[in-house]
């Protein structure tokens, strides 16, 4: 609702920019007739030109973010047909040629001295917000970057409303009050034009880096104006968070043969998801009759990966006998919002049962939920009856699916529990207390950075720290710390931490696709036996998708440790560091 309320402010101040005057010639043309049969009209069609505009530039940008696989060229073609229409008036008018015909027959009319009703001025409204709606630059940046983020959606569209209403309501004063506004900032017409052309420039040399490969973001960079930073900043500030590694209390003795479940409340809709993997969309309603277990995961997310093994197993184990596993994945990251990601590591870590993509959070806030991993329970009748955070407690968990089967009437389930076997990134944590936190490394959430001063969102060299404390990390190398992750520029870049666990991840991806070889060292040497899943004994190995890499896995957790990974060649993006 906030966004909403400064889209409307945005648009209340769309008067005293130049992007309107090439529009309020039609708006006071018709200022010496009654206001509420022309020039509401024409306003209200102003409004709806320009959302249902923009919202098909917004589709079309996130046709650009999905399209990693397939039918990219495509997109990239119409948003530079949109930069063209913008830089070169005579295209624009070309490909718009219909509508500006209608335009001018509507004016023409009015400039005869026909009386003009409430339908010729709504058609009028038409036709200007056609004009409108390439002119608006940043509020369609802003959108194609919340595409970008989070893919086009009724959001998007309700965003661009409000902002056409505010704007709506300027003109409506302006034009209550009269002509002489108008009059006052004739002069200056001319500077909508450039504006325009400038816009036009813009978003050519954008789709141009996209299709070079040279930003990842897709559009977050081709708006005119740091649309990118605020839609990114209000995503950390509303996205969730990672259980704490402490575990839950348990609601009763991993030994007792019944638990104790309470009633939290009927399973809320699973609507809002805008893909399902492994089967076609469920709602709470057609789950009826059976037990549910609801998890919430993220595909790189450590604490998800260890009790995925555990997810599977029950998931396999009890299907005949009424259980319904549903997997929510709800993104951290940006490169976790491609449905095609989540599609090969669920299908790389084996799983089968039905996921629901929830990249607008949709059932995520419908459940209330606050962490990565949580599981909540439904029982046949739909009520929640138990849930859980974050990891272990696996034995618990299982006792609860058993009692709730055993309560819908399910024949023959056994009490014996799931023997697990886990290996790589899905073994279980070493059980310590005192490993290093996760850590991450955009200047978003960054904490201990140890190579001086942060330069954001530009490329800037960095320097080895001098001395590196426990939990501190730092850079050496050229690199561009962005809100979410680090890029390097040059080749031979390297990341460093001073750490203390057993394991160590890092959430790594390439930003065109093109492979990146690493090499990490332990201590200042090759890690040997205790390289990772993702390094061998050398310490080399390759980032070419976007997911969490485990680097280094020793024998126990003892004392501290120095990492570093140098890469050979630019353009590896580093997310964060998680421990185990």
């Excluded at 944590?429 to 942060?454: C, H, Q």
Aim: with cysteine.
């Amino acid at each position: 609702m906030l966004v909403i309320i400064l889209a409307y402010l945005g648009g209340l101040l769309t008067i005293a920019s130049p992007c309107i005057l090439p529009v309020l010639p039609f708006v006071f043309a018709r200022s010496d007739q009654p206001f509420a049969r022309t020039g509401l009209p024409l306003l209200t069609g102003m409004a709806l030109t320009f959302t249902l505009f923009a919202t098909l530039a917004a589709v079309g940008g996130g046709w650009v973010v999905a399209a990693n696989q397939y039918g990219r060229y495509a997109a990239l073609a119409l948003m530079a047909l949109f930069g063209i229409t913008l830089l070169f008036p005579q295209v624009a008018e070309r490909v718009m040629r219909p509508l500006v015909s209608a335009g001018n027959a509507l004016s023409n009319r009015i400039a005869a001295g026909r009386p003009a009703g409430a339908g010729s001025s709504f058609l009028l409204g038409i036709a200007t917000g056609l004009l409108w709606a390439p002119c608006a630059g940043p509020i369609l940046g802003l959108v194609l970057t919340g595409a970008a983020l989070q893919g086009a959606s009724t959001g998007s569209t309700l965003l661009l409303l409000a902002y056409a209403a505010g704007a709506v309501t300027s003109l409506a004063l302006a034009l209550l009050i009269g002509g002489k506004v108008f009059t006052a900032m004739k002069r200056s017409l001319g500077v909508g034009e450039w504006i325009r052309r400038a816009l036009g420039a813009a978003m050519l040399l954008g789709v141009a880096a996209i299709a070079l490969g040279l930003d990842t973001g897709v559009l977050a960079r081709l708006s005119t104006v740091s649309t990118g930073g605020i839609e990114q900043s209000l995503l950390h500030k509303l996205a969730p968070h990672k259980a704490p590694d402490a575990q839950a209390p348990a609601a009763a003795s991993a030994s007792d043969s019944a638990v104790n479940l309470s009633d939290r409340g009927r399973m809320p809709p699973l609507t809002g998801a805008v893909q399902w993997l492994n089967s076609p969309p469920l709602s709470a309603q057609a789950l009826r009759g059976k037990v549910v277990l609801v998890d919430f995961w993220t595909y790189s997310c450590i604490n998800c990966l260890r009790a995925l093994p555990y997810v599977k197993a029950w998931a396999e184990k009890y299907h005949d006998r009424g259980l319904v596993v549903i997997g929510v994945h709800a993104p951290e990251f940006a490169f976790e919002r491609d449905v095609g990601n989540v599609a090969k590591a669920a299908k790389k870590l084996g799983i089968t049962y039905p996921i629901a993509i929830d990249n607008e959070y949709k059932i995520w806030r419908a459940f209330d939920n606050q962490y990565w991993p949580a599981h909540y329970f439904i029982d046949a009748r739909g009520d929640i009856r138990y849930q859980h955070f974050g990891e272990g407690e696996y034995d618990q968990s299982e006792r609860v699916i058993q009692q709730l089967l055993r309560e819908a009437g399910a024949k023959d389930v056994s009490g014996n529990l799931s023997a697990v076997s886990a290996s790589g990134v899905e073994q279980a944590a070493s059980g310590m207390d005192d490993i290093s936190p996760e850590t991450y490394l955009g200047y978003g959430r960054a904490e201990n950075f140890a190579s001086g001063k942060v330069t954001g969102d530009r490329p800037a060299d960095y320097s080895r720290p001098v001395a590196l404390p426990l939990n501190a990390w730092g850079l050496e190398g050229r690199w561009t710390i962005g809100m979410e992750n680090v890029t390097l520029n040059h080749a031979g870049g390297k990341i460093l931490y001073q750490f203390h666990a057993r394991d160590l991840h890092l959430v790594l991806g390439p930003t065109n696709g093109k492979p990146v070889h690493f090499k990490v060292l332990l201590d200042g040497k090759a890690p040997g036996k205790m390289h990772g899943t993702d390094s061998d004994a050398a310490g080399n190995g390759t980032v070419s998708e976007q997911r969490l890499y485990q680097l280094i896995r020793q024998f126990d957790g003892r004392g501290e440790h120095t990492f570093s990974i140098e890469f050979a060649e630019a353009g590896v993006k580093a997310y964060a560091f998680t421990f185990g």
